[in-house]
DNA sequence: CCTAATTAAGAGTATTTTATCTTAATTAAA
DNA sequence: TTTAATTAAGATAAAATACTCTTAATTAGG
């Protein structure tokens, strides 16, 4: 069951590298030494994190000591923030066997289940912060597991 | 969120064709009207079911007037059994965030949800039959649904 | 026995996703 | 002002998934 793509993975990731790592604040994280760190490839990583410039929740600055740095702080961005803009606005809008148009009029017996964990993923993407995620997560998780 | 491949998807609707045709009893179906019936490519379809077959939920029988019929009755037919062979054994245990081993040791705020939702979502697939799913969703579904 | 209808099996193609490579634009610092 | 470090952008390639084609095996019915 893979719910992520690559792309919101190792987006994620990256973000989560970059709440761990501002002991102070707004620095520019160079998106090599991320690529480096978390063992991913560097030219892939750059274009998720332009999407997520594009997107305005990173800001990015070229050149020496360049990279990228939080828009907004890490506190007031969702994950849903993230995921709507890695995977696109209909993620949490789909029907659990792939058909298109989930219909409320006639629903197979998983209809309302589905409808409700739909809501629960939802509900905890949005309300779980990238702050909350790197409390716990940078070195234990990003770095050790492969 | 892409829960289901294709493959699981095909698989599920054919078998809910059959669970739907089956009049009085184990008639072999023709996997050539349910790729016409369900607009499934028909060799693709037949690859599908012969894992079916092969794993014996699905009985096959060639010749003229072949086809597939249950091997089991699809009251005694759980979804959980067909995902597990269309998607693989580790269906049901994946991280969130597609990082291998999900450890419990120092769990990401999203842990203990997901490992929630997992549980449910298993739990839901593992008590649905596709007799429960088939009662409703023959013509109604299957044909409208494109 | 012969033919047509069917599933089985495996090779081959297409599409999508994931990853890499190349070049351009920007910027700090020597 | 030159150089090196960096992100931006787009082309290309590899891998995974989805689909198609070809041939073989099986079986009912004439
Ligand atoms: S009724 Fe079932 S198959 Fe149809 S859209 Fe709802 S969940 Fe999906
Ligand atoms: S802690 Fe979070 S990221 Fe790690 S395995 Fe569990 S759910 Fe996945």
Redesign the interface.
Known sequence: ????S?S??YG??ALLYMVGKRGGEQEYVSIREMSEQLDISFHFLTKILQSLTQSNILASYRGPSGGVAFNIPPEKIM?SDVVRVL?GED??D?C??????C?E??????HQ?WKE??A??KH?FET?TLA??G???LD??LRL??
Do not use: N
């Not at 009029?105 to 998983?110: D, I, R, V």
């Open positions: 069951m893979k719910v992520l690559k919101s993975e994620l990731r994950l995977e993620f949490f789909t659990l066997l792939g058909l298109p148009g219909g009029k006639k629903p197979c017996p998983m289940f964990i739909k629960a993923l905890e779980t909350q995620m409390q716990i997560t234990s998780r597991m492969p």
